[in-house]
């Protein structure tokens, strides 16, 4: 099934699109002028009425690469059908108009990634307040949480503030090594400790005079 899948895409579309079998999963990737035209040939020729799943996996210079499931559950087969938009511009017109079920998967994906679907009725925020600034899972999002107080079920050892604590801690994946409290009382720290190993035993009368004290006794 999955070969017969592959050829009708590549009859279909030729060599704008790429049709990969992994673990019998064909995925097919599309250009982002293609997108809405993928999803309408899935449904109409290969029998993909059932809309599962979309979001979107951040690939840094990549760009966003968009993912979507579709099954057909009359033919028994699912295919994975991917793009990618830019990073600069990541806009993408909305699968709503193949898929209804795809309204909310991509307000989360917006809200998450900050991909704009063009021609969604209505991309507003699904699971984050209103006063929420930026896209937590770009992976350039600070994750201060991870920072501001321990993390429970930490992997890395004393992170969770339970057992030994670890050699060289670890800061979570999204956070910058300058970032957060405990960066800024490591800096103080080393600061004092700098000031504390530069101090001469000469340098000590000098600061008693600074006070009006003679270091060979009276005042000055």
């Not at 990737?29 to 035209?37: H, I, N, T």
Request: hydrophobic content about 40%; overall charge negative; glycine content about 10%.
């Amino acid at each position: 099934m999955t070969i017969e899948l592959a050829v009708s895409w590549a009859r279909r579309f030729g060599d704008d699109v790429r049709a990969d079998e992994s673990f019998g999963l064909l995925t097919v990737d599309v250009p982002p002028e293609l997108w809405e035209e993928a999803l309408t040939f899935a449904r109409d020729e290969l029998g993909c009425g059932f809309f599962d799943w979309l979001s979107a996996v951040d690939e840094l210079e990549r760009g966003f690469a968009i993912v979507t499931h579709l099954h057909s559950l009359e033919q028994g087969h699912h295919l994975l059908i991917r793009t990618t938009v830019p990073r600069e511009d990541p806009r993408l017109v909305s699968a709503t108009a193949v898929y209804r079920g795809a309204n909310w998967h991509e307000r989360e994906t917006h809200e998450m990634f900050g991909v704009i679907f063009d021609g969604h009725p209505d991309l507003t925020p699904l699971l984050l307040p209103d006063e929420f600034e930026g896209h937590p899972l770009r992976k350039e999002f600070v994750l201060a949480a991870r920072v501001a107080k321990p993390w429970p079920g930490a992997k890395e050892p004393g992170e969770s503030g339970h057992g030994a604590p670890s050699r060289r801690r670890m800061l979570p994946p999204g956070v910058p090594q300058d970032w957060g409290p405990a960066a800024r009382a490591a800096t103080e720290a080393r600061r004092g400790a700098r000031r504390g190993a530069g101090e001469a035993p000469g340098d000590q009368p000098a600061r008693r005079r600074a006070r009006g004290i003679d270091p060979e006794g009276g005042d000055v």
